[in-house]
Each structure stands twice: as C-alpha cells, then as structure tokens.
C-alpha cells in the first residue's frame, strides 16, 4: 500500500516535469517527418506519464476552482461551449446522409447510374455507386461520436431514473458529482486506452501495441512507416475505414472534457444551491416560443 501511495505521488511530482518538457521540446514528438518523433507521440498519447499529466491537471483546476469559483465557471462555459460547437457543426452531417442516399436512390433507380464523379475545383473524383452508399455510415457514425457531448449539454440523454427525482437538489449534485467521477472519467479512460492503438494499428506499420515499452517503439521507428488502412468490405465499396477509429478517439476526448465540465458544474450547482441550476448553459429551444426545462421540472422516467 505504501509503494503504491508513493508511486502515485512520484509520478505526481513527475507530472510537472513531463509537461514542461513536451511544451519546451514539441520537436521530440511533433515533428512526424521523423519516425522517432511519431513513435513518442503514439506512445505517450496513452501512457501513463500523460494520465497523471492529466490527472494533476484535473485536481490543480479543482482546487483553484474551489477557491475561485469564477475560475470553475469559466472552465464549464469553455468546455460545454467547446461541445456545443462541435456538435452544432457536425449535426449537418446528419442532412447530408439523406441529401446523399436521395440522390444515391433517384441515380440508382431511375436513371440506371453505376458511379458517380465529383469535380467542384476541376479535380474529378469518381466511385462506384456502392462506394458513396457505404460512405453514408460515416455520416452516421459523425453524428454518433461528435454530437454525443452536444446532446449531454443540451440534457436530450435519456436518465433512467430509480431515486433521482425523488431527492433533494443538491442530493442529485452529488449523485451527478459521483457519477462523472466514478463512473464517465474511468469509462473514458478505459475506452482512450484501447482505441489510441486501436487507431494507431490501422495508420502505421509495424503494429503497435499498448503492451510496447518505450525501448521497443523506438527500435521500430527504424522501420516505422504510414500505412493507412484502405481495404472496404467490398471491391469497390467505401474504403476510408481508419476514418471510424479516429472519430472513436475524438469521441472519447470529448466525453472526457465533458465529464470534468458536468463534475465542474454540478459541484458548483450543489454549492451554489437550486437558483444556480442551469445557470451559463446554452441550451437550444426547438423554436422562439420553447423554454428548456429545468432538471425539477423535467418528468421522471
């Protein structure tokens, strides 16, 4: 227990140095035209050192924000404007998929069409018509994994609900409180570690692995190479497949900024007391006569 507590202070302690270092070195893990430089970046984009990077971070920003509160309500408008933005420009995607299987079923259909070229700068690009239908999961997962903090924001999340519209205000904010921090911030760290190198296996060869030591990373960067995955499920069906493994990445960084900001703002809510619920959140209304609901009038499910 003892080696334990001193390895999570140490590493702590280290936080402070691996941060300044990466902002005062960003060559040694920015500059991707050396392989030794890419082969850090995929190491520590899942190691431990950037956990407690992270992890020190989180809890200097709680601290200050307990003591400030300004500075914890500044960081809940950044981070749930931030998930607003992307989702508000990522939810036309969800338009483009059926402007695009309209036109994919009128050409298919009607005017017998096997493929189609676009071309708007005088780039002509041409695919076989199977290859924009399977695109159209693309748009879909878009609107899945970027709009998934946008939606939290604008509370359109279904809460199955057993005792929390049965207790008090600030009973829920600690109950909000305990679920961001038990159960949303470890779920996206868990998930984070599995598809960084799940991604990274489908950009580069030789494979990485989370398993990999920093040593043996760096004796692969002599025969690191790009190797994006191009191979679709049929031969001339969409083959942009890497493309997933990276939205699962983004996906999974935005649910984490969005658990420390519903952790930031429900422990700020719960201090501040029922006047506070809702307060600095940019919710939109369906239309100019709606008035977003408040988490007591909200019906329980």
Partial sequence: MLDALIWVFRNIAM?????????????????WSDSESLIRFIYYGASVELLFVVMTAFLLLTIVGMWRNSIMWGTVRVLEGFANAVGRVAAWAGLIMVLQQIIIIFLQRIFRVSEISVGP????????????SEELKLYNA??????????FVQRGHVRVDLVYSAVSFRAR??????????????ATVLIWLYSWFFMWRHL??????????????????????????TIGFSPNGFNGYFLFKILLVAFTALVFLQAIAF????YLEWKEGPESDGKYLDVDPLDDAEVPMTAEERPAN
């Fill in 15 to 31: 936080a402070f140095y691996n941060l300044g270092y990466a902002i005062t070195h960003p060559q040694s893990w920015l500059d």
């Fill in 121 to 132: 700068f005088g780039v002509i690009f041409t695919k076989d018509l199977s290859w924009f």
């Fill in 142 to 151: 878009l609107v899945v994994t970027l709009c998934v903090s946008y939606t």
């Fill in 173 to 186: 904010r600690v109950i909000d409180m305990f679920g961001a921090l038990f159960f949303m911030i470890p």
């Fill in 204 to 229: 580069v060869t030789p494979k990485v692995s989370a398993s990999d030591k920093i040593e043996l990373l760096l004796r692969k960067a002599r025969i690191l190479k790009w190797n994006v995955e």
């Fill in 263 to 266: 952790f930031f703002r429900s």
